[in-house]
């Protein structure tokens, strides 16, 4: 059964800096792409970035471009989300997800795992 557990979430002042982690288990890390959603209050999901199975291509959404580092180790079974310079607008809920294949596809329904998720709240 897949597991997906995520941390590293909090409160940050503006400008700060986050690293979340995502600890997988339950399927054969080292085969899917990840991604990391995020979803604020009264919006929907968003995939802030993905990572193909073997690292070799990532995506970022524009507005995280140059401040979020998508990452995996696929000897631990962990997908990292490395975040600066976050702004108030990056309040939400950080939850990482299992895509279907070693590529990673943007629709939120191609990837049928998700985690709990973690908050992330930007204020001063």
């Known amino acids: 059964q897949d597991r997906l557990v995520e941390s590293g979430g909090g409160l940050v002042q503006p400008g700060g800096s986050l690293r979340l982690s995502c600890a997988a288990s339950g399927f054969n890390f080292d085969l899917y792409s990840m991604g990391w959603f995020r979803r604020a209050p009264g919006k929907a999901s968003e995939l802030v970035a993905a990572?193909?199975?073997?690292?070799?291509?990532?995506y970022y959404t524009d507005s995280v471009k140059g401040r979020f580092t998508i990452a995996r180790d696929n000897d631990l079974n962990t997908l990292y989300l490395e975040m600066k310079d976050l702004k108030p607008e990056y309040t939400a809920l950080y939850s990482c997800?299992?895509?279907?294949?070693?590529?990673?596809?943007?629709?939120?329904?191609?990837?049928?795992?998700w985690g709990q998720g973690t908050q992330v709240t930007v204020t001063s």
């Open positions: 990572i193909t199975s073997n690292a070799d291509n990532s």
């Open positions: 997800a299992k895509g279907q294949s070693p590529l990673f596809r943007l629709a939120p329904h191609s990837y049928p795992a």
